[in-house]
């Protein structure tokens, strides 16, 4: 209807150019008299208001008919009491502005008039006193309609009313045509706005695809030239090795020469210069073998990659030294802007490794193991597993331990804490002080008090290695130490379904990203894929090359070596000060778990089982060497179902091999991307599928963040 004026111009235009003289004249005489004002409602009601003013009531009652036989009568037989109600509102207006400007006449002329046709209506019946009233303003009966207030709602009314009869009227081609045509205007310019928009997005692609080839070429520039490092690191080391021992030589000869002429001088000189030759032997044979061992592997991930395109661009990887002894736990926050990492002195730290978080790093000191780690979902609060039958919740808030729950006394050792990522509840897989007997316990956060309580029998063959939850926190699956994975109910925490993985103790399970089913790996490094739908049938399964092998090498290796070649004055090792962790009653686990853990603490046997002075040991056999591995990973409570960390679709995982990560397709088990290492085997992994990025830490307190994009 704003468009009335404008095709009123244009018609008259039309008129001129036509010659039709007669019929512009009428058109404009009769838009002069134009009774709808251009349907315009402010203008109609001042007409009405006008003659009121005027006191004539004729004009006013004929204006009134007018609108009713035009618009009114036209509209839904629902709206015809509104329609009575503003004729009785206008008729009332003009007794009352009659009585205001003391035309009481004109007040007795009207019910002359209409008092025969409105003396049977209720809605006038007082009014009939209205004439004879000496003070109508006062009059309770009236004052209302004398007051300001009644008339100006009554204006906005009506002029909404009419103002909702003029939009909702159909309206002729002439009108729709200059609607259409503001409509394709608005239409062509919102496409100049997104074409303008399109142009933009294609211009920050190319600039995208610029910026990615430049990080592939680095990262292929990156793998060229560690190839030749590694190459030239290794042939500079068997030259070391060949001089030391060359020089070795020429002392002893030159010891058995003149060890007549000058034996108390030379003699001590010679056995100093000896015993630092063989120490450095000894460092640049561990040196080398360490190389080996990392030129093989690579070697192998190379071979692998070369078949298979790497699924993500490497952006960064930094190394962060947050601790001062190994690391035994470490994970992304759920939001994945903050770590929580635990060594091997039961010292929890909270830290941010990109800078944008504004929070200070935060500092748990604990007097008990932390056998276990945990985010809340919304990254509020930490839950610490201990074993001493507690857990320990930190508030990031107020940056202290605000509550601990503590658990069943019979299972003191809380290994494993998963967090419902909908519902505020914890579940704990707890343990006895020998490892043999285990529960699983689900706690309401809200209450702090345990909703259900499941014992797993006395059979160290149901202990749980392993625990998540799918991704309405409605199921939690298990793996235990007899290779069973179990589907419990988190609402009453009843097993709904269970089937027979493997004959080795399952490391870790997880829910495929669409939920069909499970993945899970055992103690051999087998990676398998059971269907949820039907329980027991094997999808695929897939060995993981150097998973556990090559870290039990690695940590042993490490163990041998501080524990010979490293030493101190007094005799003790070095290295292994510093990774010494504390034990506190019922620490000690059984190795029925399946579950090894790594204990960087110098020894007196080597790798094979036999002492440092080359005689066999009292207890040596064939089981040695399995004992030797038991023993060298009993002391930081590290479970290998930590060096595997799943991503968010599940399509990948990654998974430590002596001291670096690896990713691995889920799929087939095949290797397709390495990432850098440390220089002490790993004993934990994680990845966060939030901001796409993975951590490895290190038995040297090293923990190393490598952010991924995916190609």
Request: aromatic content about 8%; glycine content about 6%.
């Amino acid at each position: 209807m704003n468009s009335i004026q404008h095709i009123d111009e244009l018609v008259k235009e039309y008129l001129l150019f036509r010659g039709f003289t007669n019929t512009y004249k009428a058109f404009e005489a009769e838009n002069k008299t134009d009774k709808d004002k251009g349907f315009q409602a402010e203008k109609i009601i001042e007409e009405l208001f006008a003659s009121i003013a005027a006191m004539d009531l004729n004009a006013l009652l004929e204006q009134w008919r007018y609108l009713d036989l035009r618009y009114f009568s036209r509209l839904d037989h629902r709206f015809a009491g509104s329609v009575k109600k503003f004729e009785l509102c206008l008729l009332r207006y003009y007794l009352i502005y009659a009585i205001q400007h003391k035309r009481r006449d004109k007040v007795v002329e009207f019910f002359d008039i209409h008092g025969a046709e409105l003396q049977g209506n209720t809605e006038w019946v007082r009014w009939f006193a209205l004439p004879f009233s000496r003070k109508p303003e006062t009059d309770p009966e009236f004052d209302v309609f004398f007051s300001k207030a009644w008339l100006d709602t009554f204006t906005v009314s009506l002029n909404n009313f009419l103002s909702t009869v003029f939009q909702n009227m159909p309206l002729p081609s002439l009108l729709c045509f200059n609607i259409d045509r503001l409509h394709r205007k608005a239409l062509q310019c919102e496409i100049e706005t997104l074409q303008s928009m399109i142009e933009t997005l294609r211009k920050e692609i190319q600039t995208s695809d610029a910026e990615i080839s430049s990080l592939r070429d680095q990262v292929a520039l990156k793998k060229v030239t560690g190839a030749r490092r590694r190459r030239a690191a290794s042939m500079v080391e068997q030259q070391v090795v060949v001089n030391i021992d060359s020089d070795i030589k020429e002392t002893t000869t030159k010891l058995s020469t003149s060890a007549t002429a000058q034996f108390s001088h030379t003699n001590r000189l010679a056995v100093t210069n000896a015993r630092r030759l063989r120490a450095a032997s000894d460092a640049a044979s561990l040196a080398k073998s360490e190389a080996e061992s990392e030129s093989s592997a690579t070697s192998t991930s190379e071979e692998d990659l070369a078949r298979v395109e790497e699924p993500f661009i490497i952006v960064s990887q930094e190394i962060f030294l947050e601790h001062q002894s190994g690391i035994t736990h470490a994970k992304f926050s759920s939001e994945g802007s903050l770590i929580s990492s635990c060594d091997a002195e039961n010292i929890v730290r909270i830290w941010t490794y990109n800078g944008s978080s504004a929070m200070p790093p935060a500092k748990i000191s604990n007097s008990c193991n932390i056998l276990s780690l945990e985010w809340e979902t919304r990254d509020r609060y930490i839950f610490l597993g201990t074993d001493i039958n507690l857990i320990r919740c930190f508030s990031l808030e107020s940056r202290t331990i605000v509550h601990e729950i503590k658990t069943d006394a019979q299972f003191p050792r809380v290994r494993f804490l998963s967090y419902s990522p909908v519902e505020p509840i914890l579940v704990c897989a707890v343990t006895s002080s020998d490892d043999k007997t285990g529960a699983l316990i689900s706690i309401n956060m809200k209450t702090m008090t345990t909703d259900h309580l499941i014992s797993l029998n006395s059979d160290p063959q149901n202990v749980i290695n392993s625990l998540g939850f799918n991704h309405n926190g409605q199921l939690v699956v298990t793996g235990d130490v007899g290779g069973m994975i179990k589907v419990y109910d988190i609402r009453s925490l009843t097993r709904i379904m269970e089937w027979k993985a493997s004959s080795h103790p399952i490391l870790s399970c997880t829910f495929s990203f669409d939920e069909t089913a499970i993945f899970s790996v055992d103690t051999q490094g087998q990676l398998a894929q059971d269907s949820v739908h039907k329980p027991g049938h094997r999808v695929s399964t897939h060995p993981l090359q150097g998973f556990m092998t090559s870290t039990l090498s690695s940590a042993m290796m490490m163990t041998t070596s501080s524990s010979n070649s490293v030493r101190s004055v007094g005799g003790s090792s070095i290295r292994s000060k510093s990774f010494i962790r504390a034990t506190s009653s019922g620490a000690s686990a059984s190795a029925s778990t399946g579950i090894p853990r790594i204990q960087l603490e110098g020894g007196g046997s080597d790798a094979k089982g036999n002492r440092e002075d080359g005689k066999d040991d009292d207890h040596g056999s064939a089981t040695g060497g399995s004992k030797a591995k038991a023993s060298a990973l009993m002391a930081m409570n590290i479970g290998h179902g930590q060096l595997l960390g799943w991503s968010g679709d599940t399509d990948h995982v990654v998974m430590g091999c002596g001291n670096a990560g690896v990713i691995v397709q889920s799929n087939s088990g095949q290797q397709v991307q390495p990432l850098l290492g440390h220089s002490n085997p790993l004993t934990c992994v994680d990845w966060s599928p939030v901001v796409g990025a993975c951590l490895t830490g290190a038995a040297d307190g090293t923990i190393r963040i490598s952010k991924l994009m995916r190609v």
